[in-house]
């Protein structure tokens, strides 16, 4: 499948966005990308907030919100809303952030099957 995927946004998600969230998106074409391990440690750093204090109490904080924008952005190289832009992701509509988020998962859930002797 490689490290790459061309998505099309289904034809009641795009005509969506374009009549009620007013996106002016000239097509319906995602490009997505396969996380490497890189990718994945600097998703959970980035949406992570670690706190210690001097009785050695530590604490790790994860915002999932955070990390679900992160996540598209980074998954996301080429699409009609622009690229590299947490705002843009913010300004999805739900339902194709939802759309994308499954999409994205699946592309990134590799199961492996075992052996049989």
């Keep these: 499948m490689g490290m790459r995927k061309e998505l099309t946004i289904p034809d009641e998600l795009f005509n969506l966005a374009i009549q009620e969230f007013e996106c002016k998106w000239a097509n319906n074409k995602v490009i997505i990308k396969r996380f490497t391990f890189g990718?994945?440690?600097?998703?959970?750093?980035?949406?992570?907030?670690?706190?210690?204090?001097?009785?050695?109490?530590?604490s790790a904080d994860v915002n999932i919100a955070d990390l679900q924008i992160?996540?598209?952005?980074?998954?996301?190289?080429?699409?009609?809303?622009?690229?590299?832009?947490?705002?843009?992701?913010?300004?999805?509509?739900?339902?194709?952030?939802?759309?994308?988020k499954e999409q994205v998962d699946e592309f990134n859930t590799i199961k492996f099957k075992k052996k049989e002797k």
Aim: no cysteine.
């Design 39 to 58: 990718d994945q440690v600097q998703l959970q750093q980035d949406s992570m907030k670690v706190k210690a204090n001097q009785q050695v109490n530590i």
């Design 70 to 100: 992160l996540t598209l952005m980074r998954a996301v190289v080429e699409s009609p809303w622009g690229i590299n832009d947490i705002n843009s992701i913010r300004g999805l509509p739900p339902p194709i952030a939802e759309w994308l």
